[in-house]
């Protein structure tokens, strides 16, 4: 039991705890910031039942490990190697915000607006959409970085079965607004999500 209370668990939980707190509090803060407070909901924070469950699951794997088997989170390359893709995630996320700015929205536009356009360059020029592919390597990223084994399977399969079924339905909504110029967008640029065209 002490282990949970020892150095490996400490920093471990600490750079969890600090890199949700950072990733829901600067979503929200950016959107607020790019659209308008008034515009922005407590959705933003993108915190859902599911997503609560999932990291509870995370912390009670975390928990039963370092108490049965401790030695499991004392491989730091690899926890610093999760912290290095958690970091990473959460670049091109931010990345892709801030370049699409009011285009950006963390609901799928299913109307097209007049001030909707098509954003190409900066990271999107690399990926279509580097907000999942952000958020894809931050999740997955989170759970190595704790030696999680499971959830990290767990999370990696769960987050591109989300995104794989996400991307062609708000792809769907892009060809109905931007027609040609989105499909040839979409043959040269991947989606960002592994195994989504």
């Given at each position: ?21 950072f990733f ?37 794997e975390y ?32 990345m892709g ?101």
């Amino acid at each position: 039991m002490a282990a949970v209370f020892g150095y490996t668990a400490c920093r471990q939980l600490s750079q969890m705890l600090f890199a949700v707190i950072f990733f829901h509090v600067s979503e929200y803060g950016l959107a607020a910031s790019i659209h308008g407070r008034s515009n922005v909901t407590l959705q933003s924070l993108l915190i859902s039942k599911h997503y609560i469950i999932a990291m509870a699951c995370s912390l009670l794997e975390y928990l039963l490990e370092i108490i049965f088997l401790p030695r499991l989170k004392e491989l730091w390359w690899i926890s610093n190697f999760g912290l290095a893709m958690v970091i990473t995630g959460e670049i091109i996320r931010k990345m892709g915000i801030l370049t699409a700015g009011r285009a950006f929205t963390h609901l799928i536009k299913i109307y097209h607006e007049d001030d909707h356009k098509l954003v190409t360059h900066g990271i999107y020029s690399f990926v279509r959409h580097p907000g999942y592919c952000g958020f894809f390597i931050w999740s997955v990223g989170i759970q190595v970085m704790l030696l999680n084994p499971f959830c990290t399977v767990a999370f990696a399969v769960v987050v591109w079965r989300f995104f794989a079924e996400r991307i062609p339905y708000e792809e769907y909504f892009l060809r109905q607004f931007f027609g040609e110029e989105y499909e040839e967008y979409a043959r040269r640029v991947i989606s960002g999500v592994p195994f989504v065209k």
